[in-house]
Structures are given as C-alpha cells and as structure tokens.
C-alpha cells in the first residue's frame, strides 16, 4: 500500500536551533499534506494544511512564523520549527492525501518525529 | 462542527477476553468515521472506517466497529483480545467536505494483561 515516510524519527537539538522535518509521499503524488502535534499521552492536533504550490493553512492558534510548512513537491512537505524551545517538545506527524482514492479513505501517515528541546 | 468522544481514556482487559472501545460522535450530517491505532512512537495505522455503506464495518485484525445513528457511536469491538492489540486508539471524524482534515479523539488506551 502507499506509504509516507517522515524523517528524522528523532532529534534533540538545543534551544535556540531549528529543526526541519521531512514528510514524503512515497509513491503517490499528495497535493495535501497535513501535519499534527501530538503531546504526551494526548491526542493528536492539527497544525497545518500544506497545500503543494501554495501557502499552508494554519489552524487557530499556531504560529505560522514558528512553523514554516514548505510543499515545494508533489511528494514532499517539509516543517520547520523555528528557534526552537522546550516548550515545543512534542511529537509531530504528518499524513498526505492519496488524491486518486476517494478523499478522506486514502489518508496515510507518517511514522512521527519525536523532537526533543534541551 | 464534527467532534468525537471518546468515553474511556483507560481500558485494561485480560488476553483472550472481548475488547470495547467506546467512541461517540457528533456531527450535523452523515460522518466518516475512522479508528486508528498507535503504537509507543509510531504513526498510525488505520484499522477500520465508515463512509455510509454498511453499518458494520470490518477491519484489520479482527477489530469492527457499529455505526450507531439512533445513538451516535461507532465502538470499536474485538472477540478475543491479544497481547499485541496493546496501544492507543482513536476514534476520528471527517470534517464537512472531505477535505481530509481529522479530527481525533482524546484517544484509549488499550492493556491487555496476560
């Protein structure tokens, strides 16, 4: 089946740095992608709508200066986030849209990136 | 606006015995409902979902879950549960107009004791 890769799986990094964060679609073409946030032991939030070719949507109360979103590609989304501080330790994961299967039954994921802020 | 309920943050179950994992929704139009399965840092994996065909939907590894209107819940359930069905899940829900946004559930977690 299709698959996404998201990379790296884990990175610390020390405050103040940034850290860029890759989603590809491996073999479909995914004109969206969508990246999530998820804190321990909760569920997952939607940050972002990365649409290729065009500015990413940002939901309520993410910072869009803080995350920089990049879908240059049709297979690859990227997140940026920027000046990192502890308070941004989090898991991230990303899903791309399969546009040739009906909409919402050919979202997949990727496998998450834990990012760690010392 | 779509939103999902999930009724337990916690349930524990002895191997072999029946799991029921409880999701309600609410929605203002016929959903898609999904449930998916995480495992300790992993993505995730989709298990079953509902897009108005048949009420009862099969999915992956036993699991299947009953799209309830009259009562709006879609529950995961499982016969026989196994030491590897260990894991979060989450009951999710389309937003309006299938642009592929999610939303998620507060999420189960799932044990099975031996």
């Known amino acids: 089946g299709a698959v996404v890769s998201q990379h790296p799986s884990r990175v610390i990094c020390k405050s103040g740095t940034s850290v860029k964060i890759e989603c590809r679609s491996l073999?479909?073409?995914?004109?969206?992608m969508f990246w999530y946030r998820q804190f321990p032991k909760q569920s997952l939030m939607l940050m972002a709508t990365?649409?290729?070719?065009?500015?990413?949507?940002?939901e309520q109360g993410v910072e869009k200066d803080k995350f920089l979103i990049n879908h240059a590609s049709l297979t690859l989304s990227t997140l940026t986030v920027t000046s990192a501080h502890p308070e941004d330790s989090s898991f991230y994961i990303c899903?791309?849209?399969?546009?040739?299967?009906?909409?919402?039954?050919?979202?997949?994921f990727g496998s998450g990136t834990q990012l760690s802020v010392l | 606006a779509q939103s999902v309920t999930q009724l337990d943050s916690h349930v524990s179950v002895s191997e072999g015995t029946p799991v029921l994992l409880r999701c309600n929704y609410s929605?203002?139009?016929?959903?898609?409902l999904f449930w998916y399965v995480q495992h300790p840092n992993k993505g995730l994996q989709l298990l079953l979902k509902?897009?108005?065909?048949?009420?009862l939907v099969k999915g992956i590894n036993g699991f299947e879950a009953e799209f309830k209107k009259s009562e709006t819940s879609f529950h995961l359930t499982k016969p026989s549960a196994h030491m590897s069905d260990a894991a979060e899940y989450f009951c999710?829900?389309?937003?309006?107009?299938?642009?592929?946004?999610?939303?998620f559930g507060q999420g189960t977690t799932l044990q099975v004791k031996p």
């Open positions: 073999d479909f073409q995914a004109t969206t």
């Open positions: 509902y897009t108005s065909a048949a009420t």
């Open positions: 999710v829900v389309s937003d309006l107009g299938n642009t592929g946004k999610l939303i």
């Open positions: 899903s791309a849209r399969d546009p040739q299967g009906f909409t919402n039954e050919k979202l997949f």
């Open positions: 929605s203002s139009y016929s959903p898609s």
């Open positions: 990365s649409n290729e070719g065009s500015k990413a949507t940002y």
